[in-house]
């Protein structure tokens, strides 16, 4: 079981590697926004840039993800590779958690090694710019584990991003939270660690309830 | 009669609130090959995907006494090759999800036996429609799962080639293994059950 689990892994690996864009749409993204967000700014009177800088880029982090989060099974669901993941599956759970983590692995840690070495570069910070990794690194597992429920749930519905994001929305919004607060409390000097915990409360929690309602979304949309 | 590895007692299907599938049943035994035929949209890819476990009936029941997660390999409409990879990639892919382990050599000889040898290496992007169809062939001969469910293998294939697969099935067939397929062509070949 622990093999299969690490070749499916393996083989999402090669074919986010192979594709290119999955690995780079992300990072131009989350730049375009820090660029955007510095271009707008410019002239406005509010305390200074590096002061929300955290926020903007925890909340670019998210909606990246976002965007991203359909492509997670729709490929397979298209050239019929989900058919056989479904068929010869001893678990279908674990498979898909290590789909789940393959796409977080791959293509969220990229940017979030971007949104790290941004904030430091920008901020010098680079305590809350630790903070800010290690909230976004639970932050987007989390986000991905939710994710990986509604793509699956809408998997066979047409244009079904709209729908996702509805899904998605009011169980981001916590993560969204703790997120931010967590960097915030960094940057003023306060304690974060309850937020990082409560951060890593929902992870444990998603990791438990993600797999069995993706594989059970997926099968449904298979019908 | 007793050598059925898979009963499906009066299946009905509904789908969208239309009745597909009525009160049909069917069982298979090692050593078969079925060929289910019916009119366009008579649902026989949905009968495919029920035997497959993919889906699960409105009504009535499938039995099974085998391990389908093990035995079977279905073969749909999409052959279940990722676009980005090689030929070899996905193959390994499947051979390894399987846990399989076959060497490489195996591998180019089922290549060299359908004539695509020199796609080893290529994209499966870069394939034409009939190639991708080979590819997955190749994979169902390779893994020598004992049932296999295949929806209308033969269309987007040239002469040669399915000759060479029907061996294929006779040999798969002889080996104690199942065939189960849809296709309007070759029928002879197999047992015809209406749908």
Known sequence: MIKVFFSVILNDMRVILNSGTKIFMPIVYLSLILIFFSISLANTTIGGYDKILPQIIW????????????TLFKEDYEDGTLEGLIINSHTLEINVLAKI?????????PLVIVGFFANYLLTSNIGASLVLLMSLLLGTLTISLIGSIAAALTLSIKGNNLLLSTIVLPMDIPVLIFGTSSVYNAASGVNYDSELLFLLLLLVLFLIISPFASALGLRNSLD | MNNNFINLENIGLIKQNKKIINNFSLSVSFGEKINIFGKNGTGKTSLLKLISGITSPS???????????????????????????????????????????????????????????????SKV??????????????????????????????????????????KKIELHVADGGAVIITSHVYRDQFTNIEL
């Open chain 2, 59 to 121: 009504s009535g029941k499938i039995t099974t006494n085998v391990s389908l997660n093990d035995e079977l390999f279905y073969i749909g409409h999409k052959y279940g090759l990722k676009n980005e990879l090689t030929v070899y990639d996905n193959i390994r892919y499947s051979l390894d999800f399987h846990r399989k382990d076959i060497k490489d050599t195996s591998i180019s000889d089922e290549l060299i036996y359908y004539d695509i040898k020199d796609k080893f290496h």
């Open chain 1, 101 to 109: 983590i393959s796409y977080w692995l791959f293509t969220i840690i």
């Open chain 1, 59 to 70: 909340l670019s982090c998210l909606l990246v993800s976002l965007l991203n989060m359909e």
């Open chain 2, 125 to 166: 992007k870069y394939l034409s429609h009939g190639q991708k169809k080979i590819a997955s062939l190749v994979q169902l001969s390779l893994l020598k799962n004992k049932i296999w469910v295949l929806d209308e293998p033969f269309t987007g294939l040239d002469q040669t080639i399915i000759g060479s697969f029907i």
